[in-house]
């Protein structure tokens, strides 16, 4: 029996710690927000947490960062995820893209004053409309796009500007991310009900995802079939839906008119 005591005195070896994966992030705000700037919160946080608590990992926060800054630090390994990510095939050659919740479809917003009722995407036609460089359309519409006359197709640097030429009638419509164009008229209350939003719906058949970005060239590349793998469980379980739905946005009416 010497032998089960003489085990018993050996120290326990530790548990292998676990493996550090830095996800950098912006200030996007209503799903990651940085009210402190050490410590990010909203649904996207969460999803992250527990992604890696299923993955096995520990999950570092980069602070508040800009997004092309996190798209180089991607590129070099320097950071490790990000998320919320549209699907271009530049940022597929840099990481490894998981889809894990359908996207927002982008909304049309035209001038309070514009008689105009717009349900059909051929009543663009005659439109002159401005959309946001650099932004990840849905292909189908950014197809679309791409086909209308010069003088009827304007890009813009940003949301902001965007606005600024709908409002000076300069322009007919304005085709923007919905959720940050609610959140840039919700921090502008002199352009409350300026605007209101076509009821055009701008959902196609092909349904596009956004997605957990994966560097290629992250130092743990082996964790990466284990997060693909969870990512699709958490979609399937239901708990990338119940995530999210604790994201609730502002009152629209407050913001736009019906």
Sequence with gaps: M???????????????????LRWCLDHFPRFHEFHRPDLPTGPSVDLMQELAKRAGFVLEYSPRTPAARCFRQMETGEADLMSNLNKTPERAASMQLFPYSERVAETLYLRGDDPRNIRQLSQLDRLTLVAVRNYVYHPDL?????????????????????????????????????????????????????????????????????HIGFSRHSKHPELASRIA??????????????????????????????
């Design 229 to 258: 793998e969870q990512v699709a469980a958490m979609m399937a379980d239901g708990t990338v839906a119940r995530l999210y739905q604790q994201h609730i946005g502002p009152d629209t009416s407050v913001l736009v008119k019906p």
């Design 142 to 210: 950014m197809a679309m796009l791409r086909q209308r006359p010069a003088e009827q197709r304007i890009e813009v640097s940003s949301i902001a500007e965007g606005f600024q030429l709908l409002e000076k009638g300069r322009i007919d419509g304005l085709l923007v991310p919905t959720i940050s164009s609610l959140d840039y008229l919700h921090s502008n209350p002199r352009l409350h009900q300026q605007f209101k939003r076509a009821p055009l719906e701008l959902t196609f058949s092909t349904p596009q995802y956004i």
């Design 2 to 20: 010497c032998w089960l005591w003489c085990l018993s005195l050996l120290p326990a070896q530790a548990a292998e710690p676990l493996p550090v």
